[in-house]
Protein backbone atom coordinates (compact mmCIF):
# COMPACT_ATOMS: atom_id res chain seq x y z
CA UNK A 1 0.00 0.00 0.00
CA UNK A 2 1.89 3.05 -1.13
CA UNK A 3 1.28 6.60 0.44
CA UNK A 4 -0.39 9.60 -0.82
CA UNK A 5 -0.06 13.41 -1.56
CA UNK A 6 -2.91 14.76 0.12
CA UNK A 7 -5.30 13.06 3.03
CA UNK A 8 -8.91 14.49 3.55
CA UNK A 9 -10.31 13.38 6.55
CA UNK A 10 -14.12 13.85 8.20
CA UNK A 11 -14.43 12.97 11.89
CA UNK A 12 -18.07 12.71 12.17
CA UNK A 13 -21.15 11.69 14.72
CA UNK A 14 -24.52 10.61 13.09
CA UNK A 15 -27.41 12.39 15.11
CA UNK A 16 -28.80 10.03 17.75
CA UNK A 17 -30.25 6.96 16.44
CA UNK A 18 -29.79 7.73 13.08
CA UNK A 19 -26.11 5.40 12.82
CA UNK A 20 -27.26 2.52 10.97
CA UNK A 21 -29.04 4.77 8.81
CA UNK A 22 -25.92 6.69 8.85
CA UNK A 23 -23.14 4.14 7.62
CA UNK A 24 -25.57 2.99 5.07
CA UNK A 25 -25.96 5.46 3.21
CA UNK A 26 -22.26 6.66 3.23
CA UNK A 27 -21.31 2.81 2.38
CA UNK A 28 -23.69 2.43 -0.28
CA UNK A 29 -23.28 6.25 -1.56
CA UNK A 30 -20.95 8.52 -0.21
CA UNK A 31 -17.90 6.49 0.06
CA UNK A 32 -18.18 5.32 -3.64
CA UNK A 33 -19.18 9.40 -4.95
CA UNK A 34 -16.13 10.80 -3.03
CA UNK A 35 -13.62 8.23 -4.34
CA UNK A 36 -14.94 8.56 -8.17
CA UNK A 37 -13.11 12.14 -7.87
CA UNK A 38 -10.29 12.73 -9.89
CA UNK A 39 -7.34 12.16 -7.81
CA UNK A 40 -8.48 9.81 -5.25
CA UNK A 41 -6.56 6.39 -4.45
CA UNK A 42 -8.48 5.20 -1.72
CA UNK A 43 -11.28 6.03 1.01
CA UNK A 44 -12.34 4.02 4.03
CA UNK A 45 -15.21 4.40 6.22
CA UNK A 46 -14.81 3.92 9.22
CA UNK A 47 -16.03 3.26 13.13
CA UNK A 48 -14.44 3.72 16.37
CA UNK A 49 -12.27 0.72 18.24
CA UNK A 50 -14.50 -0.60 20.91
CA UNK A 51 -13.42 -0.01 24.34
CA UNK A 52 -12.75 3.36 23.54
CA UNK A 53 -13.88 5.28 26.09
CA UNK A 54 -16.11 8.65 25.64
CA UNK A 55 -14.92 9.12 21.89
CA UNK A 56 -14.79 12.31 20.39
CA UNK A 57 -16.51 11.47 17.14
CA UNK A 58 -17.38 7.73 16.32
CA UNK A 59 -16.94 7.50 12.48
CA UNK A 60 -14.36 8.92 10.75
CA UNK A 61 -13.26 8.74 6.94
CA UNK A 62 -10.13 8.95 5.23
CA UNK A 63 -9.89 9.99 1.91
CA UNK A 64 -5.59 9.21 0.38
CA UNK A 65 -5.29 11.59 -2.54
CA UNK A 66 -2.31 12.12 -5.20
CA UNK A 67 -2.20 15.92 -6.91
CA UNK A 68 -3.63 18.96 -4.79
CA UNK A 69 -5.52 19.12 -2.25
CA UNK A 70 -7.39 22.03 -2.54
CA UNK A 71 -8.25 21.39 -6.23
CA UNK A 72 -9.55 17.42 -5.29
CA UNK A 73 -12.03 19.82 -2.41
CA UNK A 74 -13.25 22.04 -4.86
CA UNK A 75 -14.49 18.95 -6.80
CA UNK A 76 -15.98 17.39 -4.09
CA UNK A 77 -17.86 20.64 -3.20
CA UNK A 78 -18.97 21.07 -6.86
CA UNK A 79 -20.36 17.30 -7.45
CA UNK A 80 -21.61 17.43 -3.94
CA UNK A 81 -23.45 20.81 -4.67
CA UNK A 82 -24.60 20.18 -8.33
CA UNK A 83 -27.50 17.36 -7.30
CA UNK A 84 -25.79 14.30 -9.20
CA UNK A 85 -24.66 12.46 -4.97
CA UNK A 86 -27.67 11.68 -2.73
CA UNK A 87 -27.18 13.00 0.35
CA UNK A 88 -28.03 12.97 3.85
CA UNK A 89 -29.59 14.22 6.96
CA UNK A 90 -28.14 11.88 8.95
CA UNK A 91 -24.95 13.92 10.39
CA UNK A 92 -24.84 16.16 13.53
CA UNK A 93 -23.33 19.05 12.10
CA UNK A 94 -22.26 20.09 15.47
CA UNK A 95 -20.19 17.08 15.44
CA UNK A 96 -18.74 17.14 12.05
CA UNK A 97 -14.85 18.56 11.33
CA UNK A 98 -13.89 17.53 7.63
CA UNK A 99 -9.73 19.07 7.46
CA UNK A 100 -7.88 18.49 3.95
CA UNK A 101 -4.12 18.36 4.51
CA UNK A 102 -0.72 17.98 2.25
CA UNK A 103 1.72 14.88 3.10
CA UNK A 104 4.56 15.98 4.87
CA UNK A 105 6.53 12.56 5.26
CA UNK A 106 6.10 9.42 2.82
CA UNK A 107 3.93 6.43 4.18
CA UNK A 108 6.85 5.20 6.72
CA UNK A 109 6.95 1.65 7.43
CA UNK A 110 7.87 -0.52 10.44
CA UNK A 111 10.97 -2.73 10.36
CA UNK A 112 9.90 -4.82 12.95
CA UNK A 113 6.23 -5.40 11.71
CA UNK A 114 5.10 -6.89 8.07
CA UNK A 115 2.60 -4.88 5.64
CA UNK A 116 -0.80 -6.13 6.17
CA UNK A 117 -3.80 -4.95 3.65
CA UNK A 118 -6.11 -2.43 4.83
CA UNK A 119 -8.88 -4.84 5.87
CA UNK A 120 -6.42 -5.91 8.25
CA UNK A 121 -5.23 -3.35 10.79
CA UNK A 122 -7.28 -0.54 12.76
CA UNK A 123 -6.40 3.51 11.67
CA UNK A 124 -5.08 4.78 14.70
CA UNK A 125 -5.68 8.62 13.99
CA UNK A 126 -3.59 11.22 15.93
CA UNK A 127 -4.47 14.82 15.33
CA UNK A 128 -2.31 17.65 16.70
CA UNK A 129 -0.74 20.91 17.24
CA UNK A 130 2.70 22.35 18.30
CA UNK A 131 3.17 24.91 20.92
CA UNK A 132 3.17 28.37 19.57
CA UNK A 133 5.98 29.26 17.51
CA UNK A 134 7.46 25.81 17.97
CA UNK A 135 6.63 24.11 14.51
CA UNK A 136 9.92 23.33 12.95
CA UNK A 137 10.98 22.08 16.43
CA UNK A 138 7.58 19.78 16.46
CA UNK A 139 7.99 18.52 13.11
CA UNK A 140 11.26 17.62 13.78
CA UNK A 141 10.72 15.64 16.54
CA UNK A 142 7.70 14.01 15.42
CA UNK A 143 8.89 12.75 11.80
CA UNK A 144 12.68 12.17 13.06
CA UNK A 145 12.34 10.80 16.20
CA UNK A 146 8.14 9.97 17.64
CA UNK A 147 7.12 8.25 14.06
CA UNK A 148 10.36 5.83 14.13
CA UNK A 149 9.31 5.34 18.05
CA UNK A 150 6.18 4.36 17.32
CA UNK A 151 6.51 2.21 14.40
CA UNK A 152 8.92 0.03 16.11
CA UNK A 153 6.26 -1.11 18.47
CA UNK A 154 5.57 -4.39 17.42
CA UNK A 155 1.96 -4.75 15.92
CA UNK A 156 2.80 -1.16 14.48
CA UNK A 157 2.76 -1.70 10.75
CA UNK A 158 3.09 1.85 9.00
CA UNK A 159 2.29 6.15 9.40
CA UNK A 160 2.29 8.86 7.60
CA UNK A 161 1.84 12.62 8.49
CA UNK A 162 -0.04 15.52 6.87
CA UNK A 163 0.06 19.00 7.77
CA UNK A 164 -3.48 20.73 7.14
CA UNK A 165 -4.36 23.69 4.97
CA UNK A 166 -7.15 26.06 4.61
CA UNK A 167 -9.96 26.06 2.05
CA UNK A 168 -12.75 28.65 2.01
CA UNK A 169 -15.45 26.42 2.02
CA UNK A 170 -14.12 24.97 5.37
CA UNK A 171 -13.87 26.67 9.01
CA UNK A 172 -10.46 26.56 10.57
CA UNK A 173 -9.27 23.63 11.07
CA UNK A 174 -8.54 22.87 15.22
CA UNK A 175 -5.54 20.85 14.56
CA UNK A 176 -2.81 21.69 12.86
CA UNK A 177 -1.83 18.07 11.88
CA UNK A 178 -2.51 14.27 11.34
CA UNK A 179 -0.98 11.26 11.52
CA UNK A 180 -2.41 8.10 10.47
CA UNK A 181 -0.78 5.18 11.82
CA UNK A 182 -1.42 1.22 10.61
CA UNK A 183 -1.80 -0.87 13.45
CA UNK A 184 -2.57 -4.56 13.16
CA UNK A 185 -5.78 -5.54 14.07
CA UNK A 186 -4.92 -8.99 15.62
CA UNK A 187 -2.14 -7.38 17.63
CA UNK A 188 -3.85 -4.26 18.46
CA UNK A 189 -4.60 -4.83 22.20
CA UNK A 190 -1.02 -5.82 22.88
CA UNK A 191 0.66 -2.80 20.50
CA UNK A 192 -1.49 0.15 22.38
CA UNK A 193 -0.52 -1.73 25.65
CA UNK A 194 2.96 -1.65 24.79
CA UNK A 195 2.90 2.16 23.15
CA UNK A 196 1.25 3.40 26.17
CA UNK A 197 3.90 1.47 28.41
CA UNK A 198 6.88 3.33 26.62
CA UNK A 199 5.36 6.23 26.77
CA UNK A 200 7.05 9.56 28.28
CA UNK A 201 10.06 7.06 28.80
CA UNK A 202 13.64 6.71 27.38
CA UNK A 203 12.40 4.55 24.98
CA UNK A 204 9.59 7.17 23.44
CA UNK A 205 10.77 10.53 24.92
CA UNK A 206 7.78 13.24 24.04
CA UNK A 207 8.74 16.19 22.85
CA UNK A 208 7.45 19.67 25.11
CA UNK A 209 6.22 21.31 21.85
CA UNK A 210 3.59 19.05 21.57
CA UNK A 211 0.20 20.53 22.59
CA UNK A 212 -0.97 18.98 25.51
CA UNK A 213 -4.56 21.22 25.41
CA UNK A 214 -5.45 20.40 21.71
CA UNK A 215 -4.95 17.08 21.03
CA UNK A 216 -7.15 13.84 20.00
CA UNK A 217 -6.30 10.20 19.36
CA UNK A 218 -7.70 7.02 18.80
CA UNK A 219 -8.06 3.87 16.77
CA UNK A 220 -10.89 3.17 14.70
CA UNK A 221 -11.99 0.25 12.42
CA UNK A 222 -12.68 0.02 8.50
CA UNK A 223 -16.27 -0.65 8.30
CA UNK A 224 -15.92 -0.12 4.18
CA UNK A 225 -13.22 0.19 1.83
CA UNK A 226 -13.23 1.68 -1.82
CA UNK A 227 -10.22 1.74 -4.13
CA UNK A 228 -10.69 4.33 -6.76
CA UNK A 229 -10.16 2.84 -10.09
Not at 14 to 27: C, S, T
Not at 68 to 89: C, H, I, K
Not at 118 to 139: A, C, H, K, M, Q
Amino acid sequence: MAGADALLLVMQTPKEGRAKDHEDWYLTHHLPDVCGVPGSIRGEFTGVAPGTEEPQWTHAAAYWIEGSPVSYLDEVFRRAGSGQWQLTDTLDPEKTTMMIGEAITPRMKSAVTADVPPEERLLYIVLSNSTPGDDDEFNAWYTGTHIPDVISVPGFVAAQRFRFVGHPALKPAPFGYAALYEVKKDRAAEAFADLMSRAGTPRMVVSETLAQDVLHAAAFEPLGIHVAA
